[in-house]
């Protein structure tokens, strides 16, 4: 190499290596540095499964580094317990949670409020609203006054203490829970201090909103938002949570129970099936794992055990059909009282649960009779089967003596306490192993002047 070229060598080194930093800048500027978003959407009733969803999505939010995470929030309201555990993830995710009230026509009521105001951001699409948090029984018994007011004062205190860190509207807040008072958009919006921050009609729409937005954080520090040009990741449930999820619906919860109910039942009334009683088991288990999440009425749940019982009896009794008609009329109050719970997405309709009663209750009383005919029918096979057979004595049989018959078929040893001489009908007593004891079968005596 020249000295000419020697002295070249370190000017195209510095030329490469100003290459190499624009590349590497305008690779950050074009999305090496772009914003994370994770965001999770709940549609539906919040329960334990809910629960892992949203707590999951805000884990990993936070271990990916996320900048922000987003719940779209859609639901009636669901357990407290559940509530409860959401609200603790959220206060403590290291990325500010954001909950999204969408599209326009959704709500977030009952447990669903507790968790907007527990939000570092709220956003509401055009025409949602928020509110109506009283609690219920998740049990289903109706509860006394005294405690009915001990569990709306302890919500509301969660109302309260939430609202007020996040420097939300504290008075509105108890009333949602007190009076069960709901709020449009507009009033959320507009109420001083207001209970929700800004409107959004969808998530991008939230995002360029929110960007450059400085956010309290529950602990008193503040946060610059940057959320402009922001990769969104979205992070649906699981197919196992969307099975759960799915199971833990009144209807899919109520319909599991019947055909567990009739699985096993068509199990118990004709044995080896196999089939029925395996199906019938997991519907039931499916079906009771369900009424742990739902607020189930144990009253009605033994209304409609109540009812099976009378159509079953319905077979055996005579009755004349007042025990159908009772067991039919059970069924009915029992499906309506099932679940006991203000939310109309948790309650069943008469529409619903009448078809649905009488198909179940045509397949039980059909089945029943079948089971009862074929009780009560002859046996045709084993010992069971030979008892009053007509057979034919192949010998002669002496009182106490043994001798052979032809009978079902076949030739068998017989004994008998009376004369039988060969050639006469008999007729088999009992069996004894590989012998049987016969009666000599006697004819009617002919009428008088008949020969």
């Known amino acids: 190499m020249n000295r000419r070229a020697r002295r070249l060598v370190p000017g195209f080194g510095a030329i490469g290596v100003g290459l190499g930093w624009l590349t590497l800048a305008a690779a950050a500027q074009t999305g090496g540095t772009r914003p994370l978003v994770y965001a999770a959407e709940l549609d539906g009733i919040i329960h334990p499964v809910t629960a892992e969803y949203l707590i999951g999505t805000i884990r990993t939010a936070d271990a990916a580094g996320a900048t922000l995470t987003v719940i779209t929030l859609r639901t009636p309201g669901g357990l ?28 977030a009521a009952s447990a669903g409020f507790l968790i907007t105001i527990a939000a570092d951001v709220v956003a509401m699409a ?14 289903g018994e109706p509860l006394d006054e005294t405690m009915a007011n001990k569990a709306a004062q302890d919500v509301a205190a969660q109302a309260r203490s939430l609202a007020e860190q996040r ?31 800004l409107r959004a009609s969808d998530v991008p729409d939230l995002l360029r909103k929110l960007d450059g937005r400085t956010v309290r954080r529950f602990d ?3 946060v610059t938002l940057h959320t402009a040009n922001a990769e969104i990741v979205p992070m649906p449930m699981t197919w196992r949570q969307q099975l759960l999820s799915a199971i833990a619906h009144p209807q899919v919860a109520y319909l599991l129970f019947s055909l567990g109910t009739l699985g096993l ?41 109540f009812g099976l019982l009378l159509l079953v009896l319905e077979v055996k009794v005579t009755s004349f059909g007042l025990l159908a008609v009772g067991g039919v009329t059970s069924l009915v109050f029992g499906s309506l009282m099932l679940f006991d719970t203000e939310v109309p997405e948790l309650q069943m309709g008469l529409g619903f649960v009448l078809p649905l009663v009488l198909a179940f209750s045509s397949i039980v009383l059909f089945l029943v009779h079948i089971a009862v005919k074929a009780q009560r029918r ?6 069971a089967g030979m008892l009053d057979e007509i057979g034919v004595a192949l010998g002669a049989i002496a009182p106490g003596g043994a001798g052979r018959v032809a009978v079902h078929g076949e030739i068998w ?38 020969e």
Do not use: M
């Open 80 to 107: 407290v317990d559940s509530t409860l555990e959401i609200n603790k993830a959220i206060l403590a995710a290291r990325a500010p949670v954001v909950v999204w009230i969408g599209p326009s026509g959704s709500r």
């Open 126 to 139: 055009p025409g949602t609203h928020i509110g109506a948090a009283h609690p219920v029984s998740g049990g």
């Open 167 to 197: 420097g939300r509207n504290v008075k509105l807040a108890e009333a949602a829970v007190i009076d069960s008072r709901s709020f449009t958009d507009e009033e959320a919006l507009t109420a001083t201090p207001p209970l929700a921050d």
């Open 220 to 222: 008193g520090t503040e």
């Open 265 to 305: 039942t068509i199990e118990l009334w004709n044995p080896g099936a196999i089939v029925p009683g395996v199906v019938g088991g997991l519907c039931l288990l499916l079906a009771f794992f369900a009424f742990q999440i739902l607020p189930v009425n144990y009253a009605g749940l033994l209304l409609i055990l």
């Open 378 to 383: 002859r046996a045709t096979t084993g010992d």
């Open 413 to 450: 040893n017989a004994t008998s306490d009376e004369s039988i001489a060969e050639g006469d009908e008999v007729r088999v007593a009992s069996v004894h192993g590989l012998k049987v004891s016969v009666r000599r079968v006697r004819k009617a005596a002919a009428p008088q002047g008949e």
